[in-house]
């Protein structure tokens, strides 16, 4: 009996070398690159802590950073939180205990995360946020879509699609939110000065079913309506279900993010045009400016990655 | 009879040392695998990262030496934890707040006790339906939001350090540990805890007091819950709403790797504590190694099937 339990720990542990001598999905560079690597990035590991990759949104910001490190023969290491912000803890002071040079943190909560940075900076190992920031502790730089500028490209759109005059919808995301303050801001001050008058401001909560309902309503009271700017794909794809409900097919909805559920309403016509976040350059950006941390260059506290228009014309 | 009670013969202890041997060999695996494993900074990162699951295991050890199971323990947890910050977010002091959480605990464990005994609701089925009723309220409760915690004497409790070595929450889990041994082995109530799972029939007409045992598991799994939910909410500045998903699974895992018999009757918490760390270590290995977080549960789900596997067989 012991002796079977001797054969299955020793089994898995074999099994979990294994695994980390292939790490196919997660460790970009290959055992035999790695030797063969430059000098500089030789022995050079760079740890990403991701919230969850129960998203296509991280899994590209994974795709993006794996890429880039490869390029040099980086070695990167890639923990995964699952949502959860204690999993995600334990995570990082892994990799504090792996002294990995640069800790890239894409945070669960940017509260719950304060705690790691800090221990990562008495461990002197470099922070650098991605997409969410933190709340406490030192980090390098904070790398994330700019949602302002974002806000203004769709108020552009719009002012554009309907030649400068018309009555617009806002469907806000949860309040408080830094991307809702962000994208609303950059949307209304778009908007001002210009002939578009925002009639009703809302949150929806980024929910889809939330942006069908207050959709809905406020189309009862406000019928007049030539466009809905929606803070997030999934409240414009709500907007889209109401308005179709209500026979409204000429009201020009505008989305944000880039979902691909969202992409594909884009490319049926549903919607007029989304702001789409980049992802793939967010991770790129990242193991990008941790290479410079590496080197001892110096970064900019902020980076923002631009957003693109994603109109029929384009939507791939 | 001697047999289902907690001593056992001496091969009974040889096979209940198979979770040891199975800690052990993979500390000495890790050892060798991974420079950056074998040092104290290391071992009392992984101490304190097990904490949280072992003070829930604890609890979860004696719902199922009674012959129960406990899935509402991760919700008991996202509950009080969130009762706990709120209750310090609307101004009141520390103590009034950590005596909240801790008493809400225990009156949901006992809730379940008195839905398993005088309710006669199978096990599973009353906690999983108070798992999902406490998941909705803290749900409504928090809006879905983080409640922080600014309280700085509260962040000791998951945050801090004694001596500037040991954290907080190693020193909770070792001396919950102590109390609980306590409690199975040296009380009149461990023994009806043993006896109770072993034969509840035997137990009843030997006297046990079967209803007020239950009520007394239970509530005790409720309050461990909450105290693991208190030094959470500690530990991440905030009280998250969704808190604690999945934690009953890691409990039981923990509870059933260190041998203890899902059947009831048979077990010991010293094993508990050895297959929190089994777990923990094997965490913290595979990502020292840098094993994809894919094949991290594929491990993870093998070591925990293997565990029942060898419990089937005693």
Redesign the interface.
Known sequence: ??K???L???A??L???A??QQ?????SAPSAASSSAPAAAAGK?IGLALST?NNPFFVALKDGAQKEAAVDGY?L????AQ????KQ???V???????VSVILLNPT?S??L??AVKEANNAHIPVITLDRSVD?GQVVTHIASDNVAGGDDAAKFLIKALDNKGNVIELQG?P?TSAARDRGEGFDDGIKGSGLKIIAQQPANFDRAQGLSVTENLLQGHPDVQAIFAQNDEMALGAVRALDGAKRANVLVVGFDGTPDGIQAVKDGKIAAIVAQQPQLIGQLGVKSAKSVIDGQTVEAKISVPLKLVTKDNAQ | MTNRFSFGNGAAL??R??SV??LL??LI??SV??P??L?A??LL?VL??VS?NALIAFGMTFVILAGGIDLSVGAILAFTGAITAGVMASGHGMLLAIGAGLGLGLLLGVINGVLVSWGRVAPFIATLGTMTLLRGLTLSYTQG??I?VSNNSFALLG?GYIAHLIPNPVVWMFGVFLLCAFLLRGTVFGRHVFALGGNEEAARLSGVRINAMKLGVYGLSGLLSAFAGIV?TS????A?A??G??YELDAIAAVVLGGTSLAGGRGWLFGTLVGALLIGFL?????????????QQV?KG??IL?AVL?DR??
Not at chain 1, 83 to 86: E, F, L, N
Not at chain 2, 235 to 238: F, K
């Open positions: 009996m012991r079977f339990e001797l299955a720990v020793s898995l542990t099994l979990a070398a695994c980390s790490g196919p999905a997660d460790s590991t990759q070695t290491t890639v923990v995964d949502d959860d912000p204690a803890i334990s995570s002071e892994d990799l504090i205990q792996k002294k909560d509260s719950a304060a705690g406490g949860v408080g | 040889l096979q040392l198979g041997i199975g060999l993979l695996a890790l695998l991974s950056d494993f040092n900074g290391n990162t304190r990262q949280i939001q983080p922080g945050d959470l530990r991440l500045y905030s998250q969704t808190a998903s999945g965490n913290n290995g595979l990502n020292l190694l840098g094993v994809s977080s894919f094949y491990v093998a070591v293997i060898l067989r005693k």
